[in-house]
């Protein structure tokens, strides 16, 4: 019911920089919270970022500084901006948001996942 479209990874050099988004479709009624994940190879999906409806933003001590996330609610769109890109930051990138649809139940959505390499 609800749709995640990710855009934006690809291949960077370190201390590149890339602009992740993430577009929810669907019978939206409104989004609490949005956010990006990763996973690398052989490691658990962790949290990257999340920013709630009121522009609150949390981040994992690993990117601090480095990420910013933000959204445009009038598009229920999600942003990851990356900068200073580290190999260690290669993972697939995952948008997930949770909130309420038309018909008042719950949802909670993830994208079908971004590559991002950071390799010279």
């Known amino acids: 019911q609800v749709q995640l479209v990710e855009s934006g990874g690809g291949l960077v050099q370190p201390g590149g920089s890339l602009r992740l988004s993430c577009a929810a479709s669907g019978s939206i009624f409104s989004i609490n919270a949005m956010g990006w994940y990763r996973q690398a190879p052989g490691n658990k999906r962790e949290l990257v970022a999340v920013i709630t409806s009121g522009g609150s933003t949390s981040y994992a001590d690993s990117v601090k500084g480095r990420f910013t996330i933000s959204r445009d609610n009038a598009k229920n769109t999600v942003y990851l901006q990356m900068n200073s890109l580290k190999p260690e930051d290669t993972a697939v990138y995952y948008c997930?948001?949770?909130?309420?649809?038309?018909?008042?139940?719950?949802?909670?959505?993830w994208g079908q996942g971004t590559q991002v390499t950071v390799s010279s």
């Open positions: 997930n948001a949770g909130g309420i649809l038309r018909d008042g139940s719950h949802f909670v959505s």
